[in-house]
């Protein structure tokens, strides 16, 4: 049997080499750092988890997880998501022993759980209208966060939802807002929120059954801001506070304004009455900037740190990082910081500093794989559901779409995609085609995710 010392150990290089790399900081924080792990006889990877909640996002990890201990160790194990409070494991240590501790131990739950403290989402004070570049991309975007933060009612713009790809300004939108609220109406109150803190402080809620504290945290507000709402997806308990949440402040005249990756329509596991709620306001599609967007973003950020930079070098770069404006910034940043090391800015040089990030004049090679790792992205499902039996609606959407774009963008044949698909009959993949070719025309949801997908993947 091995000790809870040797789990330790091993699930501390696998999360520092492995698994945080591939997690962003907010999620690992909230999600993995509670984890104790241990090993049993059967070599199973026993992860213990605070609560069910996490217990449910920790699950669909497993294949990564399973993956990184077998990168870690050279060796395969099982890896089991177990539901304990830190009581619980405390007290099944001091009752056989941390050396022989193991899976099967069993002792009745420890009442008045205490998690760990849940950091405050503060607003970033760069985030401005004034530093926002506005296109054509994102105009109507930026006059409907303007007349929000004029706190005039805005009713038609209530709730605020502004949903697209990673990187595209919906964040700096959104800090803007409650910038300029809490610069312009000293008696406002706003609080803006991550959706992952906002679950992480739900679960603090169910432990603790402080209800009413939170309730008042968030029902208490002029304006409440709450980043990327996908995140509540699938979370039953989390909608139901939500929605009374969501419908106290609509009631009380207070603005709501959420971000997302994708429309309210696309949050199919969401339920019905809070996704009606949500779709009741102005919804908004923020789309990759244009080329002269692009243009004054650097012109601008260049600007802001004293670089001279042509226009040769400008164009060069707006011409071949254009998927978003987080990837544009890496670039700047990058070129940057090879002039504080004393290199001109020419083209010559521009094209050396950014030979890793950018690839002139040539587009990404477009491959079934590459379809589906832009549509399991956008569905937020992975690429082995795409080939799986599953057959749940946004599975089965994902795979559909997948097909769809296989067919009509590579020219790949029926019988090709069906084979990349999990071996399927090429009959299967007609259907899907088919049924995607009729949904286009009556599924918004569907359209729009053809010509977002499609966007991705030309970038």
Not at 28 to 47: G, M, N, S, Y
Not at 233 to 246: L, N, P
Not at 294 to 306: E, K, N, P, S
Not at 335 to 360: F, H, M, Q, W
Request: net charge negative; glycine share 4%; aromatic share 10%.
């Amino acid at each position: 049997m091995k000790s809870e010392g040797d789990a330790k150990i091993i699930w501390q290089k696998t999360c520092e080499e492995y698994l945080k790399p591939e997690i962003s900081a907010l999620a690992f924080q909230t999600w993995f750092e509670p984890i104790e792990p241990f090993l049993d006889e059967d070599k199973r990877f026993i992860l213990y988890v605070p609560n069910d909640l996490t217990k449910e996002f920790v699950s669909k990890y497993i294949p990564l997880i399973e993956n990184a201990l077998r990168l870690a160790t050279s060796n395969s194990f099982e890896v089991l998501v177990e539901e304990k409070s830190a009581q619980q494991l405390q007290a099944m240590k001091e009752a056989v022993g941390p050396d022989i501790f193991n899976a099967s131990t069993d002792l009745a739950k420890v009442p008045n759980f205490k998690p760990t403290p849940v950091r405050e989402s503060k607003l970033n004070p760069a985030y401005t209208f004034d530093s926002f570049v506005v296109g054509p991309s994102n105009r109507f975007a930026h006059a409907a966060c303007v007349a929000v933060a004029s706190m005039h009612g805005s009713k038609n713009y209530n709730p605020l939802f502004l949903y697209g790809g990673s990187g595209l300004g919906k964040t700096h939108l959104m800090q803007a807002i409650g910038n300029h609220v809490n610069s312009e109406y000293k008696d406002k109150k706003v609080r803006y929120v991550q959706s992952e803190q906002f679950v992480n402080e739900f679960i603090q809620v169910i432990a603790n059954k402080k209800y009413d504290a939170f309730r008042q945290k968030y029902r208490q507000v002029d304006l409440l801001l709450i980043d990327d709402i996908q995140f509540i997806e699938g979370k039953e308990q989390m909608q139901e506070e939500f929605f009374h949440t969501f419908n106290s402040l609509l009631e009380a005249g207070r603005n709501i304004v959420l971000t997302c990756d994708k429309p309210p329509q696309s949050l199919t596991t969401l339920e019905d009455r809070l996704r009606t709620r949500i779709s009741s306001g102005l919804t908004i599609d923020i789309n990759p900037p244009d080329y002269e967007t692009r243009m004054a973003i650097l012109a601008r950020l260049a600007q802001t740190h004293g670089l001279i930079i042509t226009d040769d070098v400008l164009d060069y770069i707006a011409a071949n990082v254009t998927s978003n404006i987080r990837e544009l910034e890496g670039a700047f940043k990058t070129l940057y910081a090879y002039s504080l090391l004393g290199n001109p800015i020419n083209l010559e040089n521009a094209r050396n500093a950014l030979k890793d990030i950018v690839t002139p004049a040539a587009r990404r090679q477009i491959d079934s794989n590459y379809i589906m790792n832009v549509c399991a992205n956008y569905f937020d499902v992975t690429i082995a559901d795409l080939k799986s039996k599953k057959r749940n609606q946004v599975i089965t959407d994902a795979r559909h779409v997948a097909m769809y774009l296989c067919y009509n963008l590579i020219d790949m044949t029926y019988t090709d995609i069906g084979e990349d698909f999990g071996n399927r009959n090429h009959a299967t993949v007609i259907h899907a085609c088919n049924k995607i070719e009729n949904d286009i025309s009556k599924k918004p949801e569907i359209d729009r995710a053809i010509k977002e997908i499609s966007l991705r993947l030309d970038a």
